[in-house]
């Protein structure tokens, strides 16, 4: 199983960017796919989930209204759509794949990692 994001940058305060991450030998439609994310210093944090279908989407508070998460199933690839971008966004991001859907999103509860995008936002 291979999950490889990208789309990470560098953009001002303000500013949007969109990530992607492919996944290439798992059968996509049957994960919940999320977006973790970890800033220099600090534990990895859930950012963003959603669901097999697409229509159950989930999302840490601190993004609720700025990140949208979406998925293409035909294609096998989720997005996460980061708009109103914050100098605390930047970090590395990682998309991550789970059979089940959660309660609570955790590190330790995703089956499939990929390699993170990294974000940084400008003041």
């Known amino acids: 199983v291979q999950l490889q994001a990208s789309g990470g940058g560098l953009v001002q305060a303000g500013g949007s960017l969109r990530l992607s991450c492919a996944s290439s030998?798992?059968?996509?439609?049957?994960?919940?796919m999320g977006w973790f994310r970890q800033a220099p210093g600090k534990e990895r944090e859930f950012v963003a989930a959603?669901?097999?279908?697409?229509?159950?989407?989930y999302y840490v508070d601190s993004v609720k209204g700025r990140f949208t998460i979406s998925r293409d199933n035909a294609k096998n690839t989720v997005y996460l759509q980061m708009n109103s971008l914050k100098p605390e966004d930047t970090a590395v991001y990682y998309c991550?794949?789970?059979?089940?859907?959660?309660?609570?999103?955790?590190?330790?509860?995703?089956?499939?990692w990929g390699k993170g995008t990294q974000v940084t936002v400008s003041s």
């Open positions: 959603i669901s097999w279908s697409g229509v159950g989407r």
């Open positions: 991550a794949a789970v059979s089940s859907w959660k309660d609570s999103f955790e590190e330790d509860g995703m089956d499939y």
């Open positions: 030998g798992l059968a996509f439609s049957r994960y919940v």
